[in-house]
């Protein structure tokens, strides 16, 4: 089980995230909705470490790692996709997917792994020598993603994956995130394509200026009368 309890974070004066609590259990996709600016990303770069928080905890497995390192984080399981996928450009798609394997040391684990991520996204491996830089944006966000999975995460945080993809992507791209928690990963999904992801998430939260101001199954928030007007334009 992922866990935030009571978080408070702040940028300066800003107080950015104002007590949310939150828990993903085993096996589950929990999405993360809300407007720009609502906090989103924010929760999701203190949950991997980027971000220190004021006040308020994060656990795994019931253990506290509030204060680990996100390297430390990693190696207990948490991989994170960021919001802009954030490949390395200069570096091949080989290399950018090594890279997510970096503190492991199980050769023989981290070809097999390799090889799924090839076949989950057959793309990579006609491209496996072309620099990143050079993909479209559908084919950077299969590589951050497949960069995170090479870590053997049990728990993927996956921040905005569908942004600024065509509408085809998109739903490639949520077919995917299925499949990946199918095979066993746990997902903490931030998306603004709140139809989409209602449709595959089990439970969700709607955000609003640093708040949680609605939880519930997906299916229950789907067919809220104000979370359609707000979020799903009906």
Do not use: C
Not at 81 to 104: C, K, Q, S, W
């Amino acid at each position: 089980m992922f866990e935030i309890r009571d978080l408070h974070v702040h940028f300066g004066g800003i107080h950015a995230i104002k007590g949310i609590s939150l828990s993903v259990e085993d096996g589950e996709i929990v999405t993360l909705i809300g407007a720009n600016g609502a906090g989103k990303t924010t929760t999701l770069r203190t949950a991997s470490g980027l971000k220190a928080p004021t006040t308020g905890s994060i656990w795994i497995d019931g253990k506290d790692i509030t204060k680990a390192s996100p390297q430390d984080r990693v190696k207990m399981g948490l991989s994170h996709v960021p919001e802009g996928r954030r490949v390395f450009p200069r570096l091949t798609v080989l290399e950018n997917l090594e890279l997510g394997a970096y503190l492991r040391r199980d050769r023989a684990g981290i070809a097999a792994d390799l090889a799924d991520v090839y076949a989950r996204f057959p793309v990579l491996a006609e491209r496996t020598k072309q620099t990143a830089g050079t993909l479209s944006g559908g084919e950077q966000q299969m590589l951050a993603m497949g960069r995170a999975l090479m870590a053997r995460p049990r728990i993927l945080l996956l921040d905005e994956p569908s942004m600024g993809l065509a509408p085809l992507l998109v739903q490639m791209i949520f077919d995917i995130v299925k499949g990946i928690n199918e095979t066993g990963t746990t997902i903490l999904l931030v998306e603004q394509n709140a139809n989409m992801a209602l449709q595959i998430a089990h439970r969700a939260y709607v955000m609003e200026t640093g708040s949680i101001v609605a939880q519930g199954t997906a299916a229950e928030l789907a067919q809220t009368e104000d979370i359609k007007k707000a979020y799903l334009g009906g």
